[in-house]
């Protein structure tokens, strides 16, 4: 087995059925946590990231 590391996490915000996030697709959110964690590890080279998992919870319709 090869070794994982957990750098850094964030969320992704949370809204309202139809409200202030309901056009934005899951994907650029997905970017913005992933800037977000980037940000908060200033020392992290982003080339070095082999993967990234993601998590999914309370999803609604074809998110």
């Known amino acids: 087995m090869t070794s ?3 750098y850094a996490a964030t969320r992704t915000p949370f ?3 139809g409200g202030a996030l309901a056009e934005v697709r899951p994907d650029d959110l997905a ?5 977000g964690v ?3 590890a200033p020392a ?3 080339a070095a990231i082999g993967d990234v998992a993601w998590g999914c ?3 609604a319709g074809e998110d």
């Open 4 to 6: 994982a590391f957990l």
């Open 57 to 59: 919870a309370n999803q």
């Open 31 to 35: 970017a913005i946590a992933l800037e």
């Open 15 to 17: 809204g309202r059925f």
């Open 38 to 40: 980037l940000a908060k």
């Open 44 to 46: 992290l080279d982003p």
